[in-house]
Nanobody, 128 residues
Framework: QVQLVESGGGLVQPGGSLRLSCAAS????????MGWFRQTPGKEREFVLA????????YYADSAMGRFTISGNSAKNMVYLQMNNLRPDGTALYYC?????????????????????WGQGTQVTVSS
C-alpha cells in the first residue's frame, strides 16, 4: 500500500499561485490513479482534478480547468498540484488520494469512494 503526505499549503493572495506537493511512500505513485480533492468545514470533500498516469488522461473540475495542473516526479515519488490565479473560493483543506488503475470515465474519478488512500491534507487560504 502507499502512504501519502501533502505539503505546500499556506496563505496566498487572490490571483496568486501555489504548488502543493504529495509525497508518496511504500509504493510508486505511478502504480495508482491519483486525485486531488478539497474540503471546507461543513461541506463534502470536493473533486479538483485526477490523473490516470497509465492512460495519460487528466480530468478537471470546472473550477480547476485552465488554472490547475498536476504533475509527477518519479525519481522523488512526488505528485504536485500547481494552482494559478487562485480565488478566495479556493480556500480549503486539500487532499491527495490514490486509487487502483482503471479504464473508467471522468465521473468515476470525481468520487471519493474511487480512492483507497488519502493524505492528511494541507490548508490553503486565499485572502488579501
Amino acid at each position: 500500500q502507499v502512504q501519502l503526505v501533502e505539503s505546500g499549503g499556506g496563505l496566498v493572495q487572490p490571483g496568486g499561485s501555489l504548488r502543493l506537493s504529495c509525497a508518496a511512500s511504500g509504493r510508486a505513485f505511478s502504480s495508482y490513479d491519483m486525485g486531488w480533492f478539497r474540503q471546507t468545514p461543513g461541506k463534502e470533500r470536493e473533486f479538483v482534478l485526477a490523473v490516470s498516469w497509465h492512460r495519460g488522461d487528466t480530468y478537471y473540475a470546472d473550477s480547476a480547468m485552465g488554472r490547475f495542473t498536476i504533475s509527477g516526479n518519479s525519481a522523488k515519488n512526488m505528485v504536485y498540484l500547481q494552482m494559478n490565479n487562485l480565488r478566495p473560493d479556493g480556500t480549503a483543506l486539500y487532499y491527495c488520494a490514490a486509487g487502483p488503475k482503471t479504464y473508467s470515465g471522468r465521473s468515476y474519478y470525481t468520487k471519493t469512494d474511487s480512492y483507497d488512500y488519502w493524505g492528511q491534507g494541507t490548508q490553503v487560504t486565499v485572502s488579501s
